[in-house]
């Protein structure tokens, strides 16, 4: 059912947007989606670079540092702990590189946690002589529960670094990072938040409780893609950059502004991004909004699955304001592959760009929701989507 009052009665500015008009974008929080604005605003940005190339570069560094500064200001942290990185994957690289010759890593993930990121720890572990262990936190936990669970497991064996997510990629949930990172220092560990969906999400997205934490700015908070930031809560940190540059003895951050050839107008016109969906919109506006169309989707999507599936819509123990998980027809999307292989097929069906996921052997499909989506986008996917989907099932359980 519809709760028309919490977000259809609300006139949405008009923000515009490339995406596909007869597609129906509905995974927001894989790779975002840029407002046209903002795609003009970094085209005039290369369009500079491109008009005198050398001075664009000369001047590129400073110019990174007062993106840098402006940033921090929006996100309410101080200016000196916080540095453009590409992706979270490539913050947590950082990260890794920086404890790779600190003596035997002693690594604690959950199995919330993104591929990359957790194997980048454990190849971090690997390399160092140290251990790698993984906590199996269920689906439904809640905060008390995943406190408890990765409490026990660094206390159960020494404990360098724990990796956990504020927000989870495959299950569509939060977790207590906060709490978590002050239970990894009270028991001496070090604690990297992955905060890939926070920034747009999170009003304060930065878990300044962390020792490290990343973050994506080319998903919610709709900045071009390869834009992000690396947060240290001590500035004096051993941090460089993954590609060494003539930046390479300035202090952090200022290391970091230090890019050479690359293309980091993304990085620059984050900050416009953020104000731009604040002065048009305003993001408190956008959580609401966003939240609330996703719960109505929930609603329509649950009455195409309930006679498909025994528990369409799972507890994830601490749920997420645009993001929702429901559980796909039996037999599909088991595995992470087989996940990722429904993707590009179910575009082409149905022109439905959704996220599927797999966790503990049961696969799932994950909303995502944002401002340019609206209630007849997931009537579209329950009509035409769904039927396919169970198409799909009853092919795989029959070994076609």
Not at 296 to 301: F, R
Request: with cysteine; glycine share 8%.
């Amino acid at each position: 059912m519809r709760n028309d009052a919490t977000y259809e009665e609300v006139a949405v500015p008009a923000l515009r947007w490339t995406l596909d008009p007869c597609g129906k974008h509905l995974n927001h929080g894989s790779f975002g989606a840029v407002p046209v604005a903002v795609q003009r605003e970094q085209q005039r940005l290369r369009e500079v670079m491109d008009w005198n190339p050398v001075r664009w570069f000369s001047s590129l560094a400073t110019n990174i540092a007062t993106a840098r500064v402006q940033m921090a200001r929006l996100l309410d942290v101080p200016e000196d702990t916080l540095a453009f990185v590409l992706n979270a994957s490539a913050g947590a690289s950082v990260v890794y590189q920086r404890l790779m010759d600190r003596g035997p890593a002693h690594v604690v993930v959950t199995n919330h946690g993104y591929g990359a990121v957790s194997m980048g720890a454990q190849r971090l572990a690997e390399r160092t002589g140290g251990t790698f262990r993984t906590v199996d936190i269920p689906l439904d936990a809640k905060s008390d529960d995943v406190l408890a669970l990765v409490g026990e497991a660094i206390t159960a064996a020494p404990t360098t670094l724990l990796v956990i997510d504020q927000i989870t990629s495959a299950t569509a949930r939060a977790f207590p990072a906060r709490e978590l990172c002050l239970l990894a220092r009270e028991h001496g560990a070090q604690s990297l938040v992955d905060g890939a969906h926070a920034p747009g999400v999170d009003p304060h997205p930065v878990c300044i409780d962390a020792d490290w934490w990343v973050g994506n700015f080319h998903k919610f908070v709709c900045a071009p893609r390869g834009t992000a930031m690396l947060y240290s809560r001590d500035s004096d940190q051993a941090l460089f950059p993954v590609i060494d540059s003539w930046g390479a003895r300035d202090p952090f951050p200022a290391r970091f502004d230090h890019t050479g050839t690359l293309d980091t107008t993304g990085w620059l016109v984050a900050p416009f991004a953020w104000q731009h969906l604040e002065d048009t919109i305003g993001w408190a506006e956008i959580r609401r909004r966003s939240a609330a169309l996703a719960d109505d989707a929930v609603g329509v999507l649950r009455g195409a699955l309930e006679d498909l599936v025994d528990n369409p819509v799972p507890d994830v123990g601490m749920p997420v304001g645009p993001m929702r998980l429901l559980a796909l027809p039996g037999g599909l999307g088991r595995t992470r592959e087989e996940a990722d292989a429904l993707r590009v097929p179910f575009i082409d069906e149905t022109g439905i760009a959704l996220s599927f996921t797999s966790f503990g052997g049961v696969g799932y499909l994950r909303l995502s929701t944002h401002i340019y989506n609206a209630i007849e986008d997931y009537e579209y996917l329950a009509k035409v989507g769904v039927p396919l989907l169970h198409r799909w099932s009853i092919d795989s359980r029959r070994g076609a």
